[in-house]
């Protein structure tokens, strides 16, 4: 399942000392405690957004990219790539600013999204949410690129070697050297699996990571 680039841990212990936010602000109603609106106020207001990007399966019908549908079948990713849920962007970053995680230290596939609006709260399980996603929950453990690199044999040049790449200097290896098949898997990991803002015409670690298991058949969650 894609990975979620913030998870903000919060205690759930003592709400009752948690300061509300003042009640003259005008969206005091959507916030249960002062942190929250003030981390709001301070990371999101100016953030800017990423607008969602979705997958028309018609555009891999042809022969050239036969082996990127395949990947993305073998992955259970074919149905995720194509929602097209209603989202309200206002709504979302006062969700995102009080998102927290809740985990299982004994077993790390089993988590709970939890998020405030008002004093409302929130908690969906990984498997109500994969059931949303429409994805599988099974597969090596991705998050932040900590996946057994060393089990799997991987070496970063033999990957970059697979995808005709080259790193020009310390930070950026520039997609272009890439065949169109394999520049549609990265637009995809950028723009939808892993969004980012900007540097889509370059491939970063992780993308290289993703991209390398996915045609070597590595099963990723």
Aim: charged letters at 25%; one cysteine or more.
């Amino acid at each position: 399942m894609p990975r979620m680039k913030k998870t903000q841990k919060r205690s759930r212990e003592g709400e009752s000392s948690v300061e509300p936010p003042p009640s003259s602000h005008p969206l005091a109603k959507w916030f249960h405690a002062n942190e929250d609106l003030f981390f709001y106020e301070l990371r999101l207001t100016r953030r800017k957004e990423i607008p969602p990007r979705y997958l028309n399966p018609s555009l891999l019908d042809s022969q050239n990219f036969s082996h990127l549908k395949e990947m993305l079948n073998m992955q259970g990713l074919m149905d995720f790539l194509q929602i097209r849920y209603k989202y309200y962007p206002d709504l979302t970053s006062i969700a995102y600013a009080t998102l927290g995680i809740e985990s299982n230290d004994q077993d790390p596939k089993d988590f709970s999204m939890v998020f405030k609006l008002g004093r409302n709260i929130y908690k969906v399980h990984c498997s109500r949410l994969a059931s949303i996603w429409n994805l599988p929950l099974d597969g090596c453990l991705f998050e932040g690129g900590k996946i057994p690199l060393e089990d799997w044999g991987y070496n970063k040049i033999s990957a970059m070697q697979i995808f005709n790449l080259t790193q020009n200097d310390k930070f950026k290896i520039p997609c272009q050297p890439m065949n169109d098949e394999y520049r549609t898997l990265l637009y995809l990991i950028t723009y939808v699996l892993e969004p980012r803002v900007f540097g889509h015409g370059n491939v970063a670690d992780e993308d290289l990571v993703l991209m390398w298991a996915m045609v070597n058949e590595m099963k990723i969650n």
